[in-house]
């Protein structure tokens, strides 16, 4: 962004309905002007019709065989909970993108995080759903095509020799509070409550299909505010394990009840399972996107000292605050690290509708455009309420071969390969 952008989305950052508005309003003059023109590597394939969604995930199996994906029927409006999503692989050959199968449908989605469908191990998936309106998981072992029902939904997944193990919040709330990030179905409570000690931050137990409560919005309102703030509702989203599995990141936020309630507070935090406590990143009260690296630190968008940028964050050293390349990087992206010193984000579609994909070095305080990508003005959210914008999401598969995205820059929602070029 430009320094007028830039200082304008600092003034509206935190009402996603007035700056939905300026943006809308300010492309629309540039819609008048010729279209620019793309950048993208050789050698990329795509298939219209699929998505996958969110940035924290790959879909790409440990064999390199097998590419995660969804098939969606319709764009431009947010799903009914009787419309289902097709879930499936893609064969994948060295950035290839084969034939698809078909492993089931989902009943719990949306356009921004789909269903959460990820690898459980080389063979097995698990995904969100819903059945009889009741929210659940399911994982398929792909070989046998075996199913096991999941009584909750899940978020992220950990898995290894010790355990395997998920997170869970309520999506009833989280779709009171962000439209089209939760599922059209009743969890049990009152989204109109405050802050209630019945819900907040659980963990799953995917072997034994049991649930248990870590945090709870009561507990984490007291802890990250010092009082429980009657005019908001509190809720958690965005969780994430460290690849260690000792660490749970998740965005903490809340959002007025009444009047302007679209603007909203953000806090990031870490929960630490070996010792059970509470650890709040020093992020200034912001935060949107993020990832974590095998060093366990993570990467993030967010806004400090009023000057959004993407910064390194570690829970063993809150000291550690590193802008990267803030000069250049200075809007909210989606990242995905290459290696524990590189990490690829991309930007929501500027002026002229181009979204980017950087390449960014960690070390070397510097970033390099990868690809740039046309996103058609119909894919734009049209309000808080209607969340169907196609958002690159880049994802790095294929230990940095690859990356994975989404663009809609067809016409049509697609699943993009590209090679990762250094």
Known sequence: MNKIETAVYNLVRKNPALKQTIRNLYQGVFDLMPRKSEILPEGYDYREGYFFGFHDVSPLSADETKLLAMHNSFDFRMPRPEEGLEVGYFDFNNGKIGEWHRLGISYAWNFHKGCRLQWLDNGRVIFNTAVDGKLCAQIIDIPSRNEKTIPYPIDSVYVSEKEAVATSFSYERLERCMPGYGYPYKDGGDTDKTAPDDTGLFLIDLNLGTRRKLLNLHDLAMQVCGCVEDEYLHFVTHTEFSPDGRYISFLYRRIPKEGDYMKRRSVMCVYDRHTEKLIVLP????????????????????????????????????????PVDAEHLNSDGHQSFVNDDCFITDTY??????????LVDIDGNNSRLMAKVYSPKKFQTKDFHCHIACDLHPRVIGNGKWVCFDSPRTGKRGLYVIPLTY
């Not at 829970?315 to 590193?322: F, I, N, T």
Request: proline share 4%; hydrophobic share 30%; charged share 20%.
């Open 349 to 358: 579609p500027d002026k002229y509708r181009m979204a980017n994909i950087y």
């Open 283 to 322: 992020t200034q009260e912001s935060g949107s996107h993020y990832v974590w690296n095998s060093r366990n630190k993570l990467v993030a968008s967010v806004n400090l000292d009023g000057k959004n940028c993407h910064a390194l964050f570690s829970p063993e050293d809150l000291s550690l605050v590193q």
